[in-house]
T-cell receptor, first 114, second 119 residues
């Protein structure tokens, strides 16, 4: 069965520090992979996505993620975090074999301290 | 572009009443839309898959008679929460799946969500 794991429920980083949010998935083939950000009371904003090709993808707001097939991972990174990055981050897997039904991770809450 | 809207953004209703939430794809035709529910500080849980012109497919544990879904056109799906109770209070998010011929890999585009509060 398909599943998505975000091991870190909550992460706190200092402004200007680097960030890595972990995402591991379970899927029988190469999935579509997404990272979304959600501010309190708001909808989802797509940060970046991977369908195929280059395994390092660039997204908005200075975020990037790397697909590692051998580790079934799609970790999100940012070299220097800004206070405005504080939000909830969701990793999602789209299953091409089932019409791209989405499976979401449980989310990682990011706190940025000045 | 691929914009999905939801209406209303917030709704407060009394227990026992019904509430309708609309999900519209504004610049593309979506044969498939999805409805999700999100409790505070939790992830999105898929409730149902809405297919234009046919009955919705509900996930296990979701009451189809309570959460009525209608996908009457290629740009509109509605979710009606019937006889709402306080435990139905939640954040409801819809998404519309891009059709294959647009080359977006069947990507889902999400609406901004609807906050339902049942008193």
């Amino acid at each position: 069965a398909q599943s998505v794991t975000q091991p870190d429920i909550h992460i706190t980083v200092s402004e200007g520090a680097s960030l890595e949010l972990r995402c591991n998935y379970s899927y029988g083939a190469t999935p579509y992979l997404f990272w979304y950000v959600q501010s309190p009371g708001q909808g989802l904003q797509l940060l970046l996505k991977y369908f195929s090709g280059d395994t390092l993808v660039q997204g908005i707001k200075g975020f990037e993620a790397e697909f590692k097939r051998s580790q079934s991972s799609f970790n999100l990174r940012k070299p220097s975090v800004h206070w405005s990055d504080a939000a909830e981050y969701f990793c999602a897997v789209g299953a091409p074999n089932t019409g791209n039904q989405f499976y979401f991770g449980t989310g990682t809450s990011l706190t940025v301290i000045p | 572009g691929a914009v999905v809207s939801q209406h209303p953004s917030r709704v407060i209703c009394k227990s026992g009443t019904s509430v309708k939430i609309e999900c519209r794809s504004l610049d593309f035709q979506a044969t498939t839309m999805f409805w999700y529910r999100q409790f505070p500080k939790q992830s999105l849980m898929l409730m149902a898959t809405s297919n234009e012109g046919s009955k919705a497919t509900y996930e296990q544990g979701v009451e189809k008679d309570k959460f009525l879904i209608n996908h009457a056109s290629l740009t509109l799906s509605t979710l009606t929460v019937t006889s709402a109770h306080p435990e139905d209070s939640s954040f409801y998010i819809c998404s519309a799946r891009d059709p294959p011929d647009r080359g977006f890999h069947n990507e889902q585009f999400f609406g901004p969500g609807t906050r339902l509060t049942v008193l």
